[in-house]
């Protein structure tokens, strides 16, 4: 007997000094000095703001947390180690431990909002809701059939894109929304950063989807673009009925599918396809945009003379050294 | 490298960490490390993502202010149809009272 089996591939140590894709390294690179844990965050300032709520706006809140809790835990346990198995290089890998490790942190930051602002039975009522939501579960398991050893690389790649970069929209609304009413607002820096990390998910995930979709011949991309909206129209027929239930008692709704279909087309975009909705229904509540980007929307229409900031400042000549970032 | 013979505005990605770190692309910081290349820089548009929340397409105020032109415009990922003719109309009154 050989030490050598015929059968078992040599075992290969991760060389970062060798990329086959540069963008793996720049991933890993923006990932870990992203890394961030909730203790970071101030929660138990929100405690005299959650006390404002209505009782049914409490309840909303600890559900709409609760279900994201759920994605997050999906992709933590199931999703992002789905998608190593297809990974391309070493280093993929790597940067699919730390996506994966991060949604743990997001599904443990939920726990941590609870813990300082709720009573448990509260809780514990709203992960039994969780898992007797038909929409919600209905939602999972799509994702989660998708995520099946058997399915195709692609299209576990697509699930992935729409969790991260669609699904948990319908509950980011609800945060953004108290933070531009000055309400739990240290909450929202926490989900900030949740969504910040999101996009790079998103965009990480599309990026490689979009890399092993150019491989293929037209008819098999055509085929898998064609998946892609069956797939996303499935989740937004659930995603409106689960909108309808938690947000029709706040009269939310119609604010809340605009929020929807802008993140669609983003997750879309992502996996490099054109928007579906159109513009019309994609006009996001601005008090919701100042929220999700505060500063960021002041001036960045020069075009139609409505940005205030550009002044030309003292002129500076520009060093080399100034490009050395 | 790419070397610009006329004046032009720059479109560009961003890439910034949580912090804003690294906003620029490298490949376009040696681009405008060229100087003859930054002389003919009239103003800067930028893509991103809100979900950056306040560095949101942060390479365009990074080179606006660096190199002392406007940032134009941002947009958001691969940008909306409003956007495209938004941009459309804006460079073509941009360039005409440039002259």
């Not at chain 2, 405008?32 to 548009?45: E, F, K, Q, S, Y």
């Amino acid at each position: 007997m050989t030490l050598h089996s015929a059968i078992q591939p040599v075992a290969k140590a991760v060389n970062w000094n060798r990329l086959q894709d540069d963008k793996d390294l720049e991933i890993w690179n923006r990932l870990t000095s992203n890394f961030w844990l909730p203790e970071k965050v101030p929660l138990s300032n929100d405690v005299q703001s959650w006390a404002s709520l209505t009782p049914e706006e409490q309840q909303l809140t600890i559900r709409v947390f609760t279900g994201l809790t759920l994605l997050d835990t999906i992709q933590n346990t199931v999703g992002a180690p789905a998608l190593m198995a297809d990974a391309i290089t070493p280093h993929e890998e790597a940067v699919l431990t730390n996506i994966a490790f991060m949604e743990a942190v997001h599904a443990r930051s939920y726990s941590s909002v609870f813990s300082t602002l709720c009573r448990t039975a509260e809780v514990d009522d709203a992960f039994r809701w969780s898992e007797e939501n038909e929409f919600l579960q209905a939602k999972s398991r799509l994702i989660l059939e998708e995520y099946n050893a058997t399915s195709s690389p692609l299209k576990k790649k697509i699930a992935s894109v729409f969790l991260e970069s669609f699904l948990f929209y319908s509950g980011f609304y609800l945060p953004m929304h108290w933070s531009s009413r000055a309400k739990l607002t240290n909450t929202a820096d926490l989900i900030r950063l949740i969504i910040r990390d999101e996009a790079v998910h998103g965009y990480y995930i599309g990026y490689k989807f979009q890399r092993s979709l150019e491989r293929l011949p037209e008819t098999e991309r055509k085929e898998i673009k064609d998946f892609a909206f069956a797939l996303l129209f499935d989740l937004y027929d659930l995603e409106i009925k689960y909108t309808e239930e938690l947000y029709d008692p706040l009269g939310l709704t119609e604010d809340v599918k605009h929020f929807l279909h802008y993140n669609a087309n983003k997750a879309l975009q992502n996996l490099g396809f054109e928007g579906l909705f159109p513009e019309a229904i994609c006009q996001v509540n601005p008090a919701i945009m100042a929220s999700l980007s505060p500063n960021a929307d002041e001036n960045h229409d020069f075009f139609s003379g409505s940005g205030s900031s550009y002044v030309i400042g003292k002129a500076v000549a520009t060093e080399d050294e100034d490009w050395d970032f | 490298m790419l070397q610009m013979a006329d004046p032009f505005v720059l479109i560009t990605p961003t890439y910034a960490d949580g912090e804003g770190r690294g906003a620029v692309h490298k490949q376009v910081i040696r681009f405008l490390n060229d100087a003859a290349n930054r002389n003919l820089l009239r103003g800067v548009i930028a893509s991103g993502n809100r979900n950056f929340g306040a560095f949101f397409a942060h390479a365009g105020t990074i080179i606006a202010a660096k190199c002392s032109c406007p940032c134009l415009y941002k947009f958001e990922l691969a940008g909306t149809e409003t956007d495209i003719a938004r941009v459309r109309q804006g460079l073509d009154l941009f360039w005409k009272q440039q002259h």
